[in-house]
């Protein structure tokens, strides 16, 4: 993936000025592609999506995902049945203010709300066991 990242970033950033609402800062581009980059790791192990190419999870999970943000309000969202994080983290890293909860039944499967724990940057993210708190910041 790291001679694909100029691409990845080129199209996350053209997807997201497509997107009403605020635009991304260069950090969140980063957090956004690094969460991309363990999801790719973690789909390997976990099979948490059928899609296997970074360029599509970029329009298919990332800006899909990003597609409601005009439409979250408030300081709290539950993500229920989160899967792979999806959109919680997403939403989480552009609207670092908002508490999100991922929940899901499947957490022995999923790294983010299993039994294992699973930290996408020290200090930007935490996850824990059963209901997964993200916090960006």
Known sequence: ????????????????????????????????????????????????????????????????SLSVLPWVHGEHLLDAGTGAGLPGIPLAIMQPELTVTLLDSHGQKNPLSGPRQASLEPGEYSACAGATRVVAS
């Open 1 to 64: 993936m790291p001679n694909q990242h100029g691409a990845l970033a080129e199209t996350l950033v053209a997807g997201l000025n497509k997107l009403p609402g605020k635009e991304a800062d260069p950090e969140q581009v980063r957090q956004l592609l690094s969460y991309l980059e363990l999801l790719v790791q973690w789909n390997a192990s976990y099979s948490l999506t059928a899609v296997r190419d970074p360029l599509e999870m970029v329009s298919r999970h990332l800006l899909d």
